[in-house]
């Protein structure tokens, strides 16, 4: 077993839909799931954040994986929802700021969640190395899954937050190198 499966192992899984694909991610990293609501965009972001809901009071960044997998965008539907995951402060520096201490929630808008699954090590197989269209990183196994294959993601590594941290950098970056134009006459 490749260390990627040992940190995979069995478990429960929450099955949904991207693009008339079917992923899963690990049941414990799942807070709840949500049906679409409106979300605030916030300016000069990576296009895959979306924007964020207020959920109780705290923001909470909403990612579009379609995006985030170069697959265009989620089109809103009716079953469109939100997945909100915690994912801890693995990979990131003491002196990086803007996220909570003990971890940060995020959602995840999917086209459809479908169910929650109970998988074995028996039914998970290594990653390929190619052919799926996304990041070998962000793939921790395959499941055979009712006469189809379930693609179980890392959601460390989709989701890394440092990752993000540095896209929005990078993308905030790209607009503040010139100094503001003067607005045109009339406004």
């Known amino acids: 077993m490749t260390d990627t499966l040992a940190r995979v192992g069995s478990g429960r899984f929450l099955t949904f839909t991207l693009n008339d694909e079917a992923y ?20 000069m972001m990576p296009a895959f954040i979306r924007g964020v809901i207020n959920l109780r009071g705290r923001a909470v960044p909403v990612i579009d994986l379609a995006i985030r ?3 265009g965008s ?17 990979g990131l520096d003491d002196e990086e700021e803007g996220v909570a201490a003990g971890g940060q929630d995020i959602g ?16 998970i197989e290594p990653a390929p190395s190619f052919g799926s269209g996304i990041r070998a990183d962000y793939i921790s196994g395959m499941a055979r899954r009712d006469g189809d294959f379930l693609i179980l993601l890392d959601v460390g590594q989709v989701l890394s937050i440092s990752e993000m941290v540095s896209l929005g950098e990078a993308a905030r970056a790209g607009g503040h190198d010139e100094e503001p134009s003067e607005p045109p006459e009339g406004l």
């Open 108 to 123: 995840i808008l999917v086209d459809s969640v479908n169910k929650v699954v109970e998988l074995t090590e028996g039914d």
């Open 69 to 71: 997998f170069d697959r």
């Open 74 to 90: 989620t089109t809103v539907r009716r079953r469109t929802s939100i997945i909100i995951v915690h994912l801890d402060d693995i």
């Open 24 to 43: 899963a991610v690990d049941i414990f990293h799942v807070l709840e799931i949500l049906e679409y609501r409106h979300l605030t965009v916030v300016p």
